[in-house]
């Protein structure tokens, strides 16, 4: 390995390590990288001069006896993103800051968005949210829609409130028109079931090398697959891995003729074989459900939804309602590191 890729490539685990395990020391650093104590001591230092790390205020009190250290963490407030989660209805919208820990939290209504006035709704919510925290530096969006390989968006599955819209639901461009109105943030446009993937990756600490996260809405129904392959994202050929097709509409109609209210565990049953067709395809060592669906289940329904994997080989775990918002937290985690990266890259140039 180059030594300037070496450097980079350090920097950028450590920081990541940091942003998993919140505090830690630069021994204990040390342990989980791998590296040199003083390769360690470098690294740090180069993030100081950065800003990126300070001293955590956890440190000597509950350091080990005999083994004294300070404890490091991230400047939560060095730099901040945005993470929006398109909705039907609604945008739901987090600030983040770098050591992954929220610092605001908006559910912005969004009635009668046709997908041509999208991208300009987009534009103006980013621009109210950077006045207000001038330390954003960039935006991950979480879309229910295929993202391609040019940053449209497309999907078989959309409405709005009760107006009819074409079956085939596309915005043109969306990716490029937003990074032109904001030249100067890191921009990053991803499907929500794979920003979802991301989080939970996050949140497990990267306990799986592979997972499933199928987020399952109701209001317009559609179901979504996220898939890690090696600790990776899979994003497949044209970025719609893991979009769950029928073939036919008999699912879809009986979700639209009781949309008023949609028994969980009903249409789970519907659903069972077509989640398990995938688990069984990709062999996990995780999956999980969430969406919109489970945001107000009950414990009884979390149990008999269980139940219907129950022989299934593969360990499986219902995400609720803290959890509805996660493709946006994914979504932010995804641009924070595209930030990161393209900082420390800067950083290891200067330096070599």
């Known amino acids: 390995m180059a030594k300037i890729n070496e450097r980079y490539r350090n920097m950028l685990s450590l920081f990541r390590t940091l942003r998993l395990e919140g505090t830690l020391t630069q021994a204990d650093l040390k342990e989980r990288l791998h590296l040199q104590a003083s390769t360690v001591s470098y690294l740090v230092n180069d993030l100081r001069q950065q800003n990126l790390i300070i001293n955590s205020e956890k440190s000597v009190q509950t350091a080990r006896v005999g083994k004294p250290g300070q404890y490091l963490e991230l400047d939560n407030e060095v730099a901040a993103f945005l993470g929006l989660y398109l909705e039907e209805t609604f945008i739901d919208a987090h600030v983040i800051g770098l050591a992954d820990q929220e ?5 912005i209504p969004l009635e009668d968005c046709l997908p041509e006035n999208l991208t300009k709704k987009v534009i103006e919510i980013v621009q109210k949210f950077t006045l207000v925290y001038e330390n954003i530096k960039g935006v991950g969006l979480a879309v229910k829609s295929v993202v391609d390989s040019d940053g449209n968006l497309s999907s078989f599955k959309r409405t709005v409130m009760e107006m009819e819209v074409p079956k085939i639901w596309k915005v043109q461009g969306f990716s490029s028109k937003i990074r032109e109105a904001f030249p100067s943030l890191s921009v990053i446009v991803e499907n929500d079931a794979n920003c979802a993937a991301v989080y939970c990756q996050s949140s497990e600490k ?14 317009p129904f559609g179901i979504g697959c996220g898939i890690t392959i090696n600790g990776e994202l899979f994003r497949g050929f044209t970025g719609s891995s893991g979009e769950t097709f029928f073939s036919d509409r ?13 028994d969980p565990v009903r249409l789970m049953e519907m659903l069972r074989d077509s989640i398990l067709k995938g688990v069984y395809f990709i062999d996990p060592e995780q999956v999980f459900l969430t969406g919109g ?10 149990e008999e939804i269980t139940a219907l994997f129950a022989t299934s080989p593969y360990p499986m ?16 985690l995804l641009v924070a590191d595209a930030y990161i990266e393209s900082l420390l890259s800067a950083v290891d140039r200067r330096q070599s």
């Open 250 to 262: 008999s699912i879809q109609d009986l979700v639209e003729e009781n949309n008023t209210h949609q």
């Open 206 to 219: 990267h306990a799986y090398s592979s997972s499933m996260v199928f987020v399952v809405n109701v209001k």
């Open 293 to 302: 669906l489970f945001a107000d289940i009950s414990l009884s329904a979390i």
């Open 103 to 107: 610092i605001h939290y908006q559910r």
């Open 317 to 332: 775990t219902i995400l609720t309602q803290e959890h509805v918002s996660l493709p946006a937290k994914g979504a932010v």
